[in-house]
């Protein structure tokens, strides 16, 4: 009789150890698991980026002129991995006699362009205007009247950029939206007035071919002169500078095409390369 009790106590002290070691078990279990909180917060984070998609935009975007910006001044377009680019551009101040001309061998290479008006060229020569466009070409704000920005008023500003912007797109249809200032002149009180007048970019030049000079410090400025000056010049990249009233651009300009093409160049406006 004292045997087979002793036999129970030996089994029920067995099983009470049995029992705690379960439970001390499933603790450990659930200590494991609330260690993993982490997890939770991560995903409360990546919920909470998704919730805000603009943060992340603005982030990812480097070249996007965002409201209130100042113009961006641009000197160089980016660079293409896969081909060396390059762009023409033609200011039109006053001069006109040789625009045909100019737009007839831009057609003979197949070349787009980019043309820099002054708003009162385009309406005293709305035929040479549209013609740039149903080329093909850009047709960009050049300012109103040429002159010295840097030492204009606001309202002054204001008024050279957008009636030149009216006056584009009234003539032509096309919707200006690249500036480049007279003289190369601007400040900052400038650029911020242009990206408040819907002029996310400053366009400047790599190059200037001098072209607009018959004599510059003493120099001829000759076709070969031009000629030499922008092949010599020229880079990936690399925006120049021409003018439609240019004393030796007709001239020049065949041979600026065919040497930087055998140089490896391709041709492109000066938006593609923005």
Known sequence: MKKK????LIIFSFTLLLTAFYLFSCNLLVSSSTSEIPVT???TTTIRT????DEVI??????????????????NGKIDPER??????????WEYENAEHLLNCLDEFGIKAT??????????????ATDIVNRGHDLENHSLTHGHMNEMD??????????????????????ADLFRPPYGEYNERILEILGEEGYPYTIMWTVDSHDWAKELNGIAITKDYVIKRVLENASDGAIILMHVGGYETVNALPDIINGLRADGYYFVKVKEMI
């Open 154 to 175: 606001e309202n002054e500003v204001r008024n050279e950029v957008s009636e030149t912007t009216n006056i584009i797109k009234d003539i032509t249809g096309f919707d």
């Open 41 to 43: 917060e991560e995903t």
């Open 50 to 53: 998704e919730e805000e998609p």
């Open 115 to 128: 043309f820099f008006t002054r708003g009162f060229w385009a309406k005293d020569h709305p035929e040479i």
């Open 58 to 75: 603005i982030k990812d975007t480097t070249t996007t002129l965002r409201s209130g910006e100042p113009s961006i001044v641009i000197t």
């Open 84 to 93: 060396k680019r390059i762009a023409l551009t033609f200011d039109s101040g």
């Open 5 to 8: 009790l002793f036999l129970r």
